[in-house]
């Protein structure tokens, strides 16, 4: 093999290395029940139906890459209009499902046949010029049980729940991040009633507990491992490149 294609493999095999392991992270987190995603990245709420803005909702700043995905563990209860032990998973607190409008530039949401679910919105530092389209679950939407979900767009609520195909058990289920999200926010999507425009924030109560875990992706930006292990193999050419002449 000649010397130009030795140092070209290693430096590949060395900036693959850093690519491969850049964007992986993981952590744990408590969300309050009254954690408003509605205020996520300083959104101004247009429409607010009253009863309270809530807390700012938690959040994640990612570790950049592409091609990640996402996976959650969630425990413990919250519930709505002072009324505490409803699963992450969503439940029929005070109503029997949700519509809620967009509000400023972060969408709404519809949650067929289950109220107040944990979500979860990603955004690259800014918000979208305009509200997104809504994701609806349930029924003739997105099933809740997927094992899979594609990646939302930035500024689109989504469905996160407990973070398993049951409520309670199965699988672990699969969240697709898009490419340029940065951030990550965790909350709650509530109304009056899970309807109309957002609001109605400061009489929930409890709060979950969120392990999260970001796997992969491959980053543009090399680690310092891999450039260490670059310059230690370049160096190993040199008593060749000495011999050869």
Do not use: H
Not at 202 to 221: K, P, Q, R
């Amino acid at each position: 093999m000649r010397l130009t294609s030795v140092a070209a493999a290693i430096a590949a095999s060395a900036l693959a290395l850093g690519m491969a392991t850049a964007g992986a992270q993981s952590g744990t987190t408590t969300v309050q029940g009254t954690a408003n995603i509605y205020v996520s990245n300083g959104n101004t709420m247009t429409a607010y139906s009253g009863g309270g803005q809530g807390t700012a909702p938690n959040q994640i700043n990612l570790n950049s890459g592409t091609g990640r995905t996402a996976t959650f563990g969630v425990t413990g209860t919250w519930g709505c209009a002072g009324t505490s032990g409803y699963s992450p998973d969503g439940s029929n607190c005070a109503g029997s499902s949700t519509n809620i409008n967009s509000s400023g530039n972060i969408s709404g949401v519809v949650f067929n046949g289950r109220t107040m679910p944990l979500v979860g919105l990603f955004t690259n530092g800014s918000l979208p010029a305009s509200a997104p389209a809504s994701l609806t679950y349930g029924s003739s939407g997105i099933d809740y049980s997927s094992g899979n979900f594609s990646a939302p767009a930035l500024g689109q609520i989504f469905f996160i729940g407990d973070g398993l195909t049951g409520t309670g058990s199965g699988a672990t289920q699969l969240f697709s991040v898009p490419d340029n999200a940065t951030t990550l926010f965790l909350g709650v999507a509530d109304a009056f009633g899970f309807n109309g425009d957002p609001g109605y924030y400061d009489d929930n109560v409890g709060a979950v507990t969120v392990s999260y875990s970001i796997a992969g992706g491959m980053s543009t930006v090399p680690e310092p491992s891999s450039l260490a292990l670059l310059g230690t193999g370049l160096a190993g050419l040199v008593p060749i490149v000495r011999r050869r002449r």
